[in-house]
């Protein structure tokens, strides 16, 4: 079985909460700003491939108070990544010590994207990473699970995917991928071994 991971949240920590709590002293503040400012729906722009210059000017225009609180966003972006989920990690090796193939698909800013690349080797054992900014795709649409297919002429069938995002989940199994909303590396580990697979 082909095994097909999620990076932010199953291998790798992020939470821009971290940052802000450096920049705003009031944990209401933190929640509020990243509610209204920051927030999901803006983020996820940079997911599907817009520059993070383009997007804090974007932003600074609308919210100018907070033009130096956005610009933190992505100059001291990689303070919101303050590293690997080990147990994950110990899967992810423990699966390429078995010849498993392994690919990931990931929500993730190209530029940023290269970047974090350089701070975890783990990342080469993928023979395919498909990053959203690069394809300019996001999960859970369809399209960039059957890009992934399609490139490494994979099987929906003969894949297992591992996402943190339910949506995301559900997203795999609409092309026909078996999949595993992950929670904890117990649990995943566990997952695989009941199919055989770790």
Avoid at 144 to 153: A, F, P, T, V
Avoid at 154 to 170: G, P, Y
Wanted: glycine letters at 4%; charged letters at 30%; aromatic letters at 10%.
């Amino acid at each position: 079985m082909n095994v097909i991971f999620d990076l932010g949240m199953v291998l790798i920590k992020w939470d821009p909460r971290i940052l802000y709590r450096k920049i705003f002293d009031d944990e209401a503040k933190v929640e509020w700003f990243l509610a209204n400012v920051c927030n999901h729906d803006w983020n996820m722009e940079q997911d599907r491939g817009r520059t993070f210059s383009e997007a804090v000017k974007l932003l600074s225009a609308e919210h100018p108070t907070y033009a130096e609180e956005i610009a933190a966003y992505d100059t001291r972006w990689h303070e919101t990544i303050p590293g690997a989920i080990d147990g994950s990690v110990d899967i992810l090796e423990s699966l390429h010590k078995k010849n498993v193939p392994l690919y990931a698909i990931t929500n993730w800013n190209q530029d940023k994207f290269r970047e974090t690349r350089l701070r975890f080797p783990f990342l080469n054992l993928f023979r395919d990473i498909v990053v959203s900014g690069d394809e300019k795709l996001i999960k859970p649409d369809a399209a960039i699970y059957e890009l992934s297919l399609k490139r490494n002429k994979l099987v929906a069938a003969e894949c297992l995917f591992i996402d943190d995002s339910e949506k995301n989940v559900r997203g795999a199994e609409a092309v026909g991928m078996k999949a595993h909303h992950f929670t904890t590396p117990e649990k995943l580990k566990a997952e695989l071994k009941k199919l055989g697979v770790l």
